[in-house]
């Protein structure tokens, strides 16, 4: 349970879950208004296309996840931090700017972040604790936010059920837990950092996430350009996808050979 980290952690340890449950129920209260606001037929529609995309994850992370990596409880934080406390945060600070320049440096920044918290808890990182968590964050992140995206669709619509879903079907297949697995590549990074430096900041934990953002960008701007746009974006999923795939395996294989790493800064 939550309630493992709760009584081990200190008083940091505490005002961050406080803070994060706070920020979680405003996002569910968030979750609930839109509902209201789109209609039961449309909201029905989104929580289904959200459970189709847990589902699928789950089978990820089934087949991909190292097993006996995270405790149960370490991973309950992960997921609501993921679908609750960095979507809200994230609406709120994507309105600074324009969103598809914003949002990159903002999502990327707070799934990590959420990584980060839970290896700082228990004091210890590996890559492959970092690789899960990302995996568990970033799955939670793009589910709730295809929830929100298919019920507070840019325009209303029109025309019967096919629009509704076909927005649906792009939602949860194009770009298939892109969320989950760049964040899992940093999460790794953020794990082989510590455990070879001793610190949170480096070399290959700076390089993934400034390659997340970069991924991140690029979907966000590929349809808006055109033919090019979309064809960078289906060969950055490719290499995301292999790089998911050898970083799995060299995660496990560090992980064998040496002890977890202390947090020092």
């Known amino acids: 349970m939550i309630s ?34 789109a209609g039961a037929a449309v909201a029905a529609v ?23 990596t995270v405790s149960g409880s ?32 903002v999502e990327e920044l707070l799934k990590i972040t959420g990584v980060v918290i839970v290896l700082r808890i228990l004091g210890t990182a590996t890559p492959a604790r970092g690789f899960v968590l990302g995996f568990l964050v970033g799955g939670a992140f793009e589910v709730y936010e295809n ?6 669709p840019e325009t209303p619509y029109e025309g019967g059920a096919m629009p509704l879903l076909t927005a649906v079907a792009v939602r949860v297949f194009v770009g298939f837990g892109l969320h989950a697995v760049t964040t899992a590549l940093v999460g790794a990074a953020v ?25 991140h960008l690029a979907w966000d701007v590929g ?16 290499v995301i ?8 395996r060299r995660t496990l294989a560090l992980t064998a050979g040496s002890p977890p790493g202390p947090l020092t800064g």
Do not use: H, K, Q
Request: hydrophobic share 60%.
């Open 4 to 37: 493992d980290l709760w009584r081990r952690g200190g008083l940091r340890t505490r005002t961050v879950m406080v803070i994060a449950l706070a920020v979680a129920l405003y996002s569910l209260l968030t979750v609930v208004a839109v509902g209201i606001d």
């Open 46 to 68: 989104a929580v289904v296309g959200g459970a189709i995309t847990a589902v699928l994850l789950w089978l990820v992370a089934r087949l991909a996840l190292p097993g006996g």
């Open 74 to 105: 370490e991973a309950r934080f992960a997921v609501v931090w993921g679908g609750l406390v960095a979507t809200c945060l994230a609406s709120l600070l994507n309105d600074v700017g324009p969103g598809f320049l914003i949002a990159p440096f």
């Open 147 to 152: 929830v929100l995206y298919i019920a507070m």
């Open 191 to 215: 794990g082989y950092t510590v455990t070879a430096r001793g610190r949170l900041v480096g070399g290959p934990s700076a390089a993934a996430l400034g390659a997340a953002i970069v991924i």
């Open 223 to 238: 349809p808006e350009t055109g033919v090019a746009g979309l064809v960078l974006m289906a060969a950055d999923y490719a």
């Open 241 to 248: 996808v292999t790089v998911f795939v050898l970083t799995r």
